[in-house]
Antibody, heavy 118, light 108 residues
Framework: QVQLPQWGAGLLKPSETLSLTCAVY????????WTWIRQPPGKGLEWIGE???????NYNPSLKSRVTISVDTSKIQFSLKLNSVTAADTAVYYC????????????WGQGTLVTVSS | SYELTQPPSVSVSPGQTARITCSGD??????AYWYQQKPGQAPVLVIY???ERPSGIPERFSGSSSGTTVTLTISGAQAEDEADYYC???????????FGGGTKLTVL
């Protein structure tokens, strides 16, 4: 049973950089797209982007200019950086994995509430 | 940008069949996935590849696809099925993932 614990700063000021990390415990790192998804309070899910074990990334076009997703295969972790945050970036951020065989987002992190406020 | 459209809410009585639709132009060529989310919890995958059910998901959950619309069906809905449901797919070029706006299912 794979587990995806995640961590990072929960309170940011406008213009700062959001930084979150997700570890992968109990499962293979290959064969998946390692993904970040966010959910503003009371709203729906928004896909931020993904990375595979080779470091190939895809990003949401609406966030692409501010997002970097990276992977550390030695630590079996992947990370999210979102720069120049504003109040609109306030959300619960989830890490997840999507099976390359099309098995969906079958495991999720516990979620991290990130609040952007001056 | 590509969008998936879901009804904001669906209501059924316990034991009735709930159907939640999701529409998108790329659905004829891209698989759809469905997630259940209860308050304060991470989403849970209930259907993948249009109609496959992950292990541990009750048989009353099923999925189907027809043209540009996919449907999540909950046969004999129970009070515990009350939740938000999101469909998910990809754009026609398979370059990015998109979620529907979500449907709040009420069972009462």
């Amino acid at each position: 049973q794979v587990q995806l614990p995640q961590w990072g700063a929960g309170l940011l000021k406008p213009s700062e950089t959001l930084s979150l990390t997700c570890a992968v415990y109990g499962g293979s790192f290959s064969g998946y797209y390692w993904t970040w998804i966010r959910q503003p309070p009371g709203k729906g899910l928004e896909w931020i982007g993904e990375i595979n074990e080779s470091g190939t990334t895809n990003y949401n076009p609406s966030l692409k200019s501010r997002v970097t997703i990276s992977v550390d295969t030695s630590k079996i972790q992947f990370s999210l950086k979102l720069n120049s945050v504003t109040a609109a970036d306030t959300a619960v951020y989830y890490c997840s994995r999507f099976g390359a065989a099309g098995t969906g987002f079958d495991s999720w992190g516990q979620g991290t509430l990130v609040t952007v406020s001056s | 940008s590509y969008e998936l459209t879901q009804p904001p809410s669906v209501s059924v009585s316990p034991g009735q069949t709930a159907r939640i639709t999701c529409s998108g132009d790329a659905l004829p060529k891209q698989y759809a996935y469905w997630y259940q989310q209860k308050p304060g919890q991470a989403p849970v995958l209930v259907i993948y590849k249009d109609s496959e059910r992950p292990s541990g998901i009750p048989e009353r959950f099923s999925g189907s696809s027809s043209g540009t619309t996919v449907t999540l069906t909950i046969s004999g809905a129970q009070a515990e099925d009350e939740a938000d449901y999101y469909c998910q797919s990809a754009d026609s070029s398979d370059t990015y993932v998109v979620f529907g706006g979500g449907t709040k299912l009420t069972v009462l």
